[in-house]
T-cell receptor, first 113, second 112 residues
Framework: KQEVTQIPAALSVPEGENLVLNCSFT??????LQWFRQDPGKGLTSLLL?????REQTSGRLNASLDKSSGRSTLYIAASQPGDSATYLC????????????FGKGMKLTVNP | NAGVMQNPRHLVRRRGQEARLRCSPM?????VYWYRQLPEEGLKFMVY????????ESGMPKERFSAEFPKEGPSILRIQQVVRGDSAAYFC??????????FGPGTRLLVL
């Protein structure tokens, strides 16, 4: 059974710091991995999607990497801003199935001005 | 191009009543997924549907819960005889087939 873990559960940093968010998973047979952002009371916004054959994806200040052999993904946020404050969720789709996503519990990020 | 729409956004029910949650996928998307987010928990997959077909319902509770995605109209997640433990945020996502799932804003169900 695939399990996704995000540690720590919460992080508070001053504005301007470069951040690394961690995600680990137990089964390397994945189809793809996504990072989402969730704002309080809102839905999920997809930030980056990495296919199982890829090593990383970049969008603006965000960079996500994937290492299937070690069962890890990281989301790198450069020059953090207060607007980055949200809960960040890691989710992956397993192979050969219905493409349902298995989510971690998320990491609540607070960027202080 | 409107995103995934869910209604109602908030729903209050008393124990024993029925809850109906609606999801309209993005235009052109024929795949719908339902997820549940319990307080302080991550999102858990419930069911995956294509038009008129349930593809994977491995995450659905065996009793009281059902889902449908008819040929016309929105996808419906129905919860019969709700209990307090059903209080959660229910999210719908749609996709055109594979790749990214696009999520709606969710329906927050509160059972009194």
């Amino acid at each position: 059974k695939q399990e996704v873990t995000q540690i720590p559960a919460a992080l508070s940093v001053p504005e301007g710091e470069n951040l690394v968010l961690n995600c680990s998973f137990t089964d390397s047979a994945i189809y793809n991995l996504q990072w989402f952002r969730q704002d309080p009371g809102k839905g999920l916004t997809s930030l980056l999607l990495i296919q199982s054959s890829q090593r990383e994806q970049t969008s603006g200040r965000l960079n996500a990497s994937l290492d299937k052999s070690s069962g890890r993904s990281t989301l790198y946020i450069a020059a953090s801003q207060p607007g980055d404050s949200a809960t960040y969720l890691c989710a992956l789709a397993t192979q050969g199935g219905s493409e349902k996503l298995v989510f971690g519990k998320g990491m609540k990020l607070t960027v202080n001005p | 191009n409107a995103g995934v729409m869910q209604n109602p956004r908030h729903l209050v029910r008393r124990r024993g009543q029925e809850a109906r949650l609606r999801c309209s996928p993005m235009k052109g998307h024929s795949h719908v997924y339902w997820y549940r987010q319990l307080p302080e928990e991550g999102l858990k997959f419930m069911v995956y549907l294509q038009k008129e077909n349930i593809i994977d319902e491995s995450g659905m509770p065996k009793e009281r819960f059902s889902a449908e995605f008819p040929k016309e109209g929105p996808s419906i997640l129905r919860i019969q005889q709700v209990v307090r433990g059903d209080s959660a945020a229910y999210f719908c996502a749609s996709s055109p087939g594979s790749e990214t799932q696009y999520f709606g804003p969710g329906t927050r169900l509160l059972v009194l």
